[in-house]
C-alpha cells in the first residue's frame, strides 16, 4: 500500500482534517486498497519520505521549503499543497491529482 503523507505544523489538527478527506475521496473511488492517507508534522516529511519508497505523495499545508522540494523531487513525490481540503477552493483540482497518483499505481499493480 502506497502513502499520501499529510503535513501540517503539528500533526495533529490540521492534517488529520485533510487525511480524513483525502482517505474519505480514495474510498468514494474504491482506490482505498492501493493508498492511505496518513498525517504527520511537517518536520518529520523530510525524514518519512526519505526512509519510505511507499510514499506517493506529500501533502503540505504550505509549500515545501527548498529542502523538503529537493527530497520530493528526489523521490518523484507528487506535491500538492492542502489548503483546498480546509477551504474547498481547488478541492477538485487536488483531488484530481491524488487520483492521478494513486490510478497511476493501480495501473502499475494490475500489470503485475
Not at 493508498?35 to 519510505?52: G, L, Q
Not at 528526489?74 to 497518483?101: C, F, Q, S, Y
Request: with cysteine; aromatic share 4%; glycine share 6%.
Amino acid at each position: 500500500m502506497k502513502t499520501i503523507l499529510v503535513c501540517c505544523g503539528s500533526g495533529v489538527a490540521t492534517s488529520p482534517q485533510v487525511a480524513s478527506k483525502i482517505n474519505e475521496f480514495l474510498e468514494d473511488h474504491d482506490l482505498d486498497r492501493f493508498a492511505h492517507a496518513d498525517p504527520a508534522p511537517v518536520e518529520t516529511a523530510k525524514a518519512k519520505i526519505d526512509s519510505n519508497p511507499d510514499i506517493i505523495v506529500y501533502v503540505g499545508i504550505a509549500p515545501a521549503d527548498d529542502d523538503l522540494k529537493e527530497t520530493i523531487d528526489e523521490h518523484n513525490v507528487t506535491e500538492i499543497i492542502g489548503v483546498p481540503w480546509l477551504t474547498g477552493i481547488g478541492e477538485e483540482e487536488a483531488d484530481a491529482k491524488v487520483l492521478k497518483a494513486v490510478e497511476d499505481v493501480a495501473k502499475s499493480h494490475s500489470v503485475d
